[in-house]
């Protein structure tokens, strides 16, 4: 006699389970297209859409009708361009040297940061007898990245370097958004006002997700939202205008029960101070679970809060259950890390950093689930 064993589903394997809902990105993204209304609303799906898979992220915001699309670098243009065929794709990084004829080639847009790239580009626009877009960062604040005051005055006086070019935008990038209040935001805005006036004519980008909020003279021509499409609160301080998109729970692998005296974890850092039970979930920090939030974060448990004890391992946390029923806490079951009663920004805060970093982080090794967005079809 045989005993048929059905093979294991990718759920029921992994650690964690990331539910990202692309309705909700979708939503976020139409909520900052209403606010930014004239102007259209790119999105910035840099770094795989903050985590959440720029793939999928990208053909939901497509079929909602974004047309525009940033990423950092060229690798993931082309990634991006393999999932989307038609828009316009931006390549905020630059055009790096020997890199010409891949933009070309898979109709990339770079945003030019200096004007070795402005007159490079110009090249391979005569050379290929086509103005092939581009935009061009003007540096108003950061010194990051950009053309300098120095550059600004240079191309104003002598305009025709652009010539050929096909220049879709001039942008530049705030530094202080996110701070209602900092005199820096205003100051940006009179320097980019400043700049685009004494240059050749074209659309301008400046706010990313808090300048939209910033009020109208940030808008321009084109608003460049990318942490606020994910959920995280572009607003600090005050009530998020955005829905959230994720949900993280992670799988309760063992329940124990730990005596009075007796330590959990790595450098016994946690010390029982009664005997109690220890749920040990199936996530660590290589999943992207802060090491910081060792000793201070919280899970939830059928929406009651439970403490992280103890130090975060590579691949296991552990939480003090002891206040639960017998029977709640079981292996097996999923308990919520990020979700409705714990936002991505509440668990920024306990891990002391911000929401994009928790989203940048969050593993490889969840099991992602697609929901909304027509994710059954759409999703990567
Ligand atoms: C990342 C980035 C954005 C998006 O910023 P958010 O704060 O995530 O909205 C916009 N513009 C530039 C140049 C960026 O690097």
Redesign the pocket.
Do not use: I, T
């Given at each position: 006699m045989t005993i048929e064993c059905a093979l294991s589903a990718p759920a029921d394997r992994a650690g964690a389970i990331l539910t990202i809902d692309l309705g909700a990105v979708v939503e976020n993204w139409r909520r900052l297209s209403a606010r930014l209304s004239p102007a259209p609303c790119a999105a910035?799906v840099?770094a795989d859409g903050?985590g959440l898979g720029a793939a999928a992220v990208g053909r939901a915001l497509h079929e909602a009708g974004c047309t525009r699309f940033?990423v950092?670098q060229l690798d993931e243009a082309l990634a991006l361009r393999a999932a989307l065929p038609e828009p316009q794709i931006f390549c905020?990084g630059g055009l790096p040297a020997r890199t010409e004829a891949t933009f070309v080639h898979h109709r990339i847009t770079p945003v030019l940061n200096h004007l070795g790239e402005v007159d490079a580009w110009a090249a391979v626009c005569r050379e290929r007898g086509t103005a092939l877009p581009a935009a061009i960062?003007i540096d108003t604040g950061m010194n990051r990245l950009g053309l300098s005051p120095a550059e600004v005055d240079e191309l104003s006086a002598g305009p025709t370097r652009l010539a050929g070019i096909g220049l879709d935008l001039w942008?530049s990038?705030l530094a202080c958004?996110d701070e209602a209040d900092s005199p820096v935001s205003g100051e940006q805005l009179a320097r980019m006002t400043a700049a685009v006036a004494r240059l050749p004519k074209a659309p301008v980008s400046f706010a990313?997700?808090?300048g939209i909020f910033l009020g109208s003279p940030y808008h321009f021509d084109l608003g460049?939202?990318?942490?606020?499409l994910y959920g995280v609160n572009?607003t600090p301080g005050k009530p998020n205008p955005m829905v959230p998109t994720i949900r993280l729970d992670a799988r309760v692998l063992q329940v124990r029960s730990v005596d009075l005296s007796m330590t959990v974890g790595y450098g016994a850092a946690h010390r029982m101070t009664r005997a109690g039970r220890i749920a040990t979930l199936g996530v660590g920090y290589a999943d992207g679970y802060f090491r910081s939030l060792g000793a201070r974060g919280h899970v939830f448990v059928d929406g009651v809060p439970a403490p992280v004890v103890g130090r975060i391992s590579m691949d296991l946390i552990t939480v003090d259950v002891s206040g639960f029923a017998d029977g709640v806490v079981v292996p097996g079951k999923l308990v919520e890390l990020i979700g409705p009663n714990r936002p991505v920004d509440t668990v920024a805060e306990e891990a002391g950093t911000i929401g994009?970093e928790i989203l940048t982080s969050l593993g490889r090794r969840y099991h992602r689930d697609y929901i909304g967005g027509d994710a059954g079809k759409k999703a990567v």
């Open positions: 910035v840099k903050y940033f950092a905020l960062h942008m990038h958004a990313n997700s808090s460049r939202p990318g942490v606020a572009p994009y």
